[in-house]
């Protein structure tokens, strides 16, 4: 198989005598850096560490459902781990995963910046989610919480004696550090953007990260509200979703919904920007109609705030409102649509590669469009009714948070290793990785929507035991799964310390990242450079390095 | 060596029957199954295409066979094309949803009804004539049957999936669905909202009988009393009589023939007298106050189980005439037996 990475002569090649990571030295210079490089690793390393101890939720859960009875868990253990599951997945892991470590690295560097606009609100972002995180696991040591993700109420307010209240606080403090990463992502690209940078030369990175950021901005305040009130009914029962004190207890899941369905676009949106600069890059071409890309991602953050009430169909909402909503979701399913199809046809006459960013992003295209037309069966509202509260709706979100969000997580960490670290990772291992976690996932998850269908609910401790077969498949493809997320953590560590020397543009990209050193200065660029070309202009790179070595000989 | 009982077990299950559909038993199921097949067709195209892309265009113009990359800004036509044609079937999915939406939610007229009640972790059913079940639900088939649900803790959620219904059982507020069984058998009840520790073990069977097992199972399980009866005692032991006597002059409006009514209310809206107007009316009566009428009656708010509040507004809505209410009013107050003189109002 051909390729196109061209690594520098390892004889004679070393890192970069200066550059972010060696600038300063010790714990302190870390904890206190305003480098965005800097706090991306630092959120790298955490949200690595949550993403495994989610995982290890999400293995118990798996066993438990191994056989029908519930006799590996009790039932109130088993409640608390999918609930741990999903908060740390979703608030410590998913939401932050590309934003806060491949945005923050990136962005400022691809728009050919020095750092973020608010350096030290970064790294206070930072702060704010390991809090989040203490908060978390301080209710975990205390005995857990077992409310589900979704804090229902009156569930999570009046019927539940567990640590509602620490869990609740810690993800209204995690909510502050994604405002706060949107907000400095928003203000760097409107105003820090190089000379020439213009908007419709930026990366597809950059546009989806902004329009996440947008929804990060406007939506999470909701859920902090909605959070607020939450603790305030538990302590001083404040009767706002109380039906015994003429509250209203669907008020509560208006005001989650609001924000949580927007998080999943928050949470897909930077996966998407990842999977376009990869698909450009290897096929070596523009992406296919870069403006349609571009407003895709901004048409599924505007449409995203209009559908949160396709959570509720069958909650006694009007059946009039529901039609709206059941709409509203049809449209919003279009600009994911328009996206696959216009990657697919990035591939058409380019020149393609199979290094390992690309199948994960094969790995994603494929999960994604699963996991969004399965989104259709429940957009659809008399389809709804059968589908929802079951496997059904968790193969569907697996496939799209997972299949989808991971793989271009991992597609994106795997693309920009080289630049992050200056050192390459062992190819034939990590294509290795990305084929077992595709194998795996559809083991895991694909039997999860015939479950669905058969009507198994979720959150199920027991279940009856003509669901077993199925459930057998699934877990045995969760044990899969688990060791193709493993591989990664060891071989990138491996390379952290014997990985070849990865040179500036191991890949022959066209980024702005690419033409700096790798790892990069701290302070990103010597001279802020002047842009007179488009995104992805594989020809101005091509002339670029002739240019180069003429020069140089 | 042998080979595990387990894997034995997927072996055998899948070779003899494929279980990848629930059983259809209701005359809903065909719809929706329809409207899965629809969409499992419209999935499967939509991979298919996708999938030939990727991969055809990976096989044709990997470097190998194209060194060289040709740059190809984009194409509004195709562009258009893969916008409209998505948008179309997802707007046909829309309207085909929507119809089983309303086919789902809005019962026929002539359904009987029966109450669920809902609470950690047990299902409660009560028949109007009185039957009392839990965690289990008879119901005859081919015939409508309305579900009328209740929660009295948290969110709980009925679902029968081989009738492919399922509702949110609300606390505080009624919720319904309907269904007509049309196979006789033993179906699975699930609680498909998580509602605290038990949630799994909040399932139950449905019993859809024909219509002659219905029949006897309706004799052989009665209690004695019907929910209206049951209802009347409480009118009269809770006192509600006193004022509701259907005399006019009467500090509380004559109740007879109330369901299914307009009301015209003191602050000038009308409200629909139906079984969440009722129930709501005795715990918040001063929000339901009746035109000429004054704000006197107190709540009932946590003195009446919601089973009890079915049971009053069976008793509502049968009550056609004030003679049993009259009845009631003189045993109640008296020691004596039954009055013999209908009309008799006491002072």
Known sequence: MSTIVSLPDQSTAALPKRNYLNAEHGLLSWLLTGDHKRIAMLYLISITGFFFLGGAFAGLVRLELLTPAGDLLAADTYNKMFTMHGIVMIFLFLVPSVPATLGNFLIPIMIGARDLAFPKINLLSWYLY????TFTLTALVLGGVDTGWTFTTPLSTHYLNTHVITTGLAIFVAGFSSIFTGLNFIVTIHRMRAPGMTWF??????????AASILMVLGTPVLAIAIVLVVLERTIGLGVFDPAKGGDPLLFQHLFWFYSHPAVYIMILPGMGVISEVMANFSRKRVFGYTAVAFSSVAIAVFGFFVWAHHMFIMGVSNYSALVFSLLTMLVAVPSAIKIFNWSATLYKGSITFETPMLYAFGFIGLFTIGGLTGVFLGSLGMDIHLTETYFIVAHFHFVMVGGMLMAFLAGIHFWWPKMTGRMYPESLSKLAAVTTFIGFILTFFPQ???????????????PADYQVLNVLSTAGATVLGVGYLLPILYLAWSLKYGEIAGPNPWQATGLEWQLQSPPLTENFTEI??????????EWLAHKQKQEVTTVG | MGISPVLWQFLNKWLTSSALFPKEASTIAPYADALYFFLLAMTLVGVLIVGALVFGFSLRYRKERNPEATQIEGSTLLEATWTIIPLVIFLVTFVWGALLYFRIYNPPANSMNIYIVGKQWMWKAEHPGGQHEINTLHVPTGRPVQLTMISQDVFHSYSIPEFRVKREVIPGRYSTVWFNATEPGVYHLFCTQYCGTLHSGMIGTVTALSPDDYQKWTDASTSGMSLAQNGERLFASLGCNQCHTGAAGARGPN???????KVQMEDGSTQLANEAFLRDTILNPSSHVPAGYKPIMPTYQGQISEEGLIDLVEYLKSLKTNYRVQQTLTTATSTEAAPTT???VKP
Do not use: T
Not at chain 1, 130 to 133: M, N, P, R, V
Not at chain 1, 201 to 210: A, D, K, T
Not at chain 1, 454 to 462: E, F, I, S, T
Not at chain 1, 531 to 538: G, H, M, N, R, S
């Open chain 1, 130 to 133: 390991l809090i989040g995180g």
């Open chain 1, 201 to 210: 030369r930026m990366p597809l990175f950059v546009w989806s990260n902004y």
């Open chain 1, 449 to 463: 929507f015939i479950l669905g269908y058969l009507g198994m609910p979720r959150r199920y401790h027991a279940y």
């Open chain 1, 529 to 538: 450079p002047y842009v007179d070309y488009e995104a992805y202009d594989f």
């Open chain 2, 255 to 261: 109740l007879a023939g109330l369901y299914g009514k």
């Open chain 2, 342 to 344: 209908p009309g008799m």
